[in-house]
């Protein structure tokens, strides 16, 4: 049965530019990824401050792999790393709390599982 993961990243005001820009600098690491069927980077739009990172999987056991992976691991090492160069070339200083250009761009973070038990597709 397929299982849907959402990351659901707490984005401060001013912020979310920057993580659109970092999750498209990792864009295709994923697709790959062995039980993989889907990714969407979904931004919010009535007053919240929550992107929701969504990704389907054929199964628990393939969400899992994909997260021990070296794929995943050096995704998130080159996102560590761009974040360094962009501190290090001054940008993102003076924003406080670690959400400038060079650190986190979330403020928090969680991940929800679900069972995908019904869909729809679109008539004609």
Same mark, same amino acid.
Request: hydrophobic share 35%; charged share 25%.
């Given at each position: 049965?397929?299982?849907?993961?959402?990351?659901?990243?707490?984005?401060?005001?001013?912020?979310g530019?920057e993580?659109? *820009?970092?999750?498209?600098? @990792?864009? !295709?690491?994923?697709?790959?990824a062995?039980?993989?069927? $889907?990714?969407q980077?979904?931004? /919010?739009?009535?007053?919240f401050?929550?992107?929701?990172?969504?990704?389907?999987?054929?199964?628990?056991?393939?969400?899992?792999?994909?997260?021990?992976?070296?794929?995943?691991?050096?995704?998130h090492?080159?996102?560590? *790393?761009?974040?360094?160069? @962009?501190? !290090?070339?001054g940008?993102?200083?003076?924003?406080?709390? $670690?959400?400038?250009?060079?650190g /986190?761009?979330?403020s928090?973070a969680?991940?929800?599982?679900?069972?995908?038990?019904?869909?729809?597709?679109?008539?004609?």
């Amino acid at each position: 049965m397929s299982v849907v993961k959402i990351n659901v990243l707490t984005v401060p005001e001013g912020m979310g530019s920057e993580l659109e *820009k970092r999750f498209a600098g @990792r864009a !295709g690491l994923v697709d790959s990824a062995e039980g993989f069927e $889907g990714f969407q980077l979904l931004r /919010p739009v009535e007053g919240f401050d929550r992107y929701l990172v969504v990704t389907q999987w054929r199964g628990e056991e393939d969400f899992q792999r994909w997260t021990e992976s070296q794929a995943f691991q050096r995704g998130h090492a080159q996102a560590a *790393k761009d974040a360094e160069a @962009r501190q !290090g070339h001054g940008e993102g200083q003076g924003h406080g709390h $670690g959400h400038g250009h060079g650190g /986190p761009v979330s403020s928090a973070a969680e991940v929800w599982g679900f069972e995908i038990v019904q869909t729809a597709e679109p008539k004609g």
